[in-house]
Structures are given as structure tokens and as C-alpha cells.
């Protein structure tokens, strides 16, 4: 399965963005979700993760109140909806999908991947 992770750009600190995770021509509704990021120099971390049916969703303590996971209305789709950006956030991001039953926060459990999209936040 081929992931397409989009919506990044450069926001001021105190702003939003949505990224999006999509897998064309197919579906991931039976998959867990998840979103990393990976800052220049540091270890990829997990952010965001949702299971296969939008029932549970799990955070990092460092966005927990700032950023929404959520599937949408089409299957194969999922969105990052980040709100108060802060510097720190910035990083590459990394949509990522797996089979497994529950949602998981270590790379090597999931087994699809996208191709990143650069978020940048300035102060």
C-alpha cells in the first residue's frame, strides 16, 4: 500500500494546519493509522494514532490537546488537523499504517509509509 502524506507547509507559531494521509485506488479502513515526525538530527517519534474503525485515537503527550486524528468520510483517507503550532513541532511528517489489533507507537510496527511532508513553524 502506497501512502501519500500532504498538507505541510511553513505556519507562524499559533497556527494550523491539516495534513492529510491517503492511500489512492485503495483502502486502509481495516488498518491501524499512525503519524510521526522526524526533526533534523533527532529519532523519528510517534505523534498521532487511530485505529481501524475511528473508535480510538491515541497521542503524544507533547500534542495531546493540539492535534486531532481522524478518518474521513472516504476509507482511504486520514487527516492530521494541528492547531497552535509551536516551533518545536517542526519536522518532517510521516504517515504510516499497519495491520496490527491495537494502535502502536514504535516505527517498526507498522508496514506501510509515505513519503513525508515538511511542516515548519516560525516564531
Known amino acids: 500500500v502506497q501512502l501519500q502524506a500532504s498538507g505541510g507547509g511553513l505556519v507562524q507559531a499559533g497556527g494550523s494546519l491539516r495534513l492529510s494521509c491517503a492511500a489512492p485506488?485503495?483502502?486502509?479502513?481495516?488498518?491501524?493509522v499512525g503519524w510521526f515526525r522526524q526533526a533534523p538530527g533527532k529519532e523519528r517519534e510517534f505523534v498521532a494514532g487511530?485505529?481501524?474503525?475511528?473508535?480510538?485515537?491515541v497521542y503524544a503527550d507533547s500534542v495531546k490537546g493540539r492535534f486531532t486524528i481522524s478518518r474521513g468520510n472516504a476509507k482511504n483517507i486520514v487527516y492530521l488537523q494541528m492547531n497552535s503550532l509551536k516551533p518545536e513541532d517542526t519536522a518532517v511528517y510521516y504517515c504510516?499504517?499497519?495491520?496490527?489489533?491495537?494502535?502502536?507507537?514504535?516505527?517498526?510496527?507498522?508496514?506501510?509509509w509515505g513519503q513525508g511532508t515538511q511542516v515548519t513553524v516560525s516564531s
Open positions: 504510516a499504517a499497519g495491520t496490527m489489533s491495537f494502535i502502536r507507537v514504535r516505527t517498526s510496527e507498522y508496514d506501510y
Open positions: 485506488g485503495r483502502t486502509f479502513s481495516s488498518s491501524v
Open positions: 487511530i485505529s481501524w474503525n475511528g473508535g480510538t485515537t
